[in-house]
């Protein structure tokens, strides 16, 4: 699972990179909104926000009866230099662990091409109720 999730990241991770890199004035300053959410496998997502200096991975939940997902303190936001940080040590990563670096999420997995089961993913849909 934790393969996974790092796939997750990994796949969305230029995304991410271009909301903090591209617009970096525009992340520091808010001259353009950058809001921009990923989700990264089970309740954990990527953000990077306008007026937050940083990227922040957290956990998040869905309180009962509601339909938006919360914030939990589960979590940590690196700051815009310890993202890069970050990248150099991905790539270290990567490097040592290939098959970790080459992991797939499941949604490209061959049993999520069936509806149904792609639904019951708790990987990519932590939130349903059964
Ligand atoms: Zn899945």
């Known amino acids: 699972m934790l393969n996974c999730s790092w796939a997750q990241f990994r796949l969305g991770f230029s995304e991410i ?3 903090v890199k591209l ?3 525009d992340v520091r ?3 353009q909104p950058v809001n921009n959410r990923q989700h990264i496998g ?3 997502y990527v953000s990077v926000t306008t007026g937050f200096k940083c990227v922040d991975f957290r956990k998040f939940y869905m309180p ?3 339909t ?6 589960k979590g940590i936001a690196l700051r815009l230099a310890e993202w890069d940080q970050m990248k150099k ?3 270290l990563i990567d490097g040592a662990y290939p098959t970790l670096a080459n992991a797939l999420p499941c949604y490209l997995a061959y049993d999520h091409q069936n509806q149904l089961a792609a639904l019951d993913c708790r990987e ?3 939130f349903t109720i059964e």
């Open 17 to 19: 990179d271009s909301q």
């Open 23 to 25: 617009p970096l004035k």
């Open 29 to 31: 300053d808010g001259d």
């Open 42 to 44: 089970r309740g954990f």
């Open 64 to 66: 009962y009866g509601q």
């Open 68 to 73: 938006e997902i919360r914030s939990t303190r």
């Open 89 to 91: 040590v991905m790539e």
């Open 124 to 126: 990519c849909h932590p």
